[in-house]
């Protein structure tokens, strides 16, 4: 886990808004000339966000994509910035990977997941800077093919079980009820009750092969 801080100044700002609320980062790939491009999924309002995006020193190209229901999804392709400099750097000399999504919690930290040997990844987090924040919260076997559990979902569906995994309604004791989430997606309980069975009956009937 990351702290709440943006991996780079344009994350900072994002961050920043009141108005927008970070889902996830779906991809981050450094390029050839030490800049980056982030892919973001956001919720809120895209007006101001444009304003600070196009006073930003670091920002060289973005496009909104996919706005629906409140939320949206941004390209922003940007010059080289820190902390994401020394990152790509450390992954890339220590060959891991950074498997996307990266989860935000309700507090701004990023869940990652990296991948490489357990040898690699503890001599790259030795060299991370102490400004950067990193705590493991889990360590084990990667499942490399889990996305095809998800394969099956709608958007929907899945928005209502990854907003119920990041609130803690999974974790014990539980830290959300159908009541919570509903509210953060603005819907009813009933609702979130539906989807959720729904999604877990899927998942299960999935791993279980049924």
Not at 27 to 56: C, K, M, P, Q, T
Not at 156 to 170: C, D, F, N, S
Request: glycine residues 8%; hydrophobic residues 40%; negative net charge.
């Amino acid at each position: 886990m990351l702290d709440g801080r943006g991996i780079h100044p344009v994350g900072d700002v994002i961050a920043a808004r009141a108005d927008v609320t970070r889902d996830q980062l779906l991809h981050v790939n450094s390029i050839f000339n030490g800049g980056g491009v982030l892919l973001y999924r956001l919720r809120g309002n895209s007006d101001g966000l444009v304003e600070d995006l196009d006073a930003h020193e670091s920002v060289l190209a973005y496009d909104i994509l996919d706005v629906h229901d409140g939320s949206f999804h941004i390209y922003i392709y940007v010059e080289a910035g820190e902390p994401a400099g020394t990152l790509m750097y450390v992954v890339e000399k220590y060959a891991l990977i950074i498997d996307t999504p990266l989860m935000y919690t309700d507090s701004g930290d990023i869940l990652a997941t990296v991948v490489g040997t357990q040898e690699m990844i503890q001599r790259a987090f030795r060299e991370l800077p102490q400004r950067i924040d990193i705590r493991v919260e889990q360590t084990g076997e990667y499942a490399p093919d889990s996305d095809h559990l998800f394969s099956g979902l709608t958007d929907r569906q899945r928005e209502v079980l990854e907003t119920a995994v990041k609130h803690g309604y999974y974790q014990i004791p539980r830290q959300a009820t159908h009541a919570d989430i509903a509210e953060r997606l603005e819907c009813a309980p009933s609702t979130v009750d539906e989807h959720l069975r729904k999604a877990e009956a899927h998942l299960f009937s999935t791993l279980f092969g049924r």
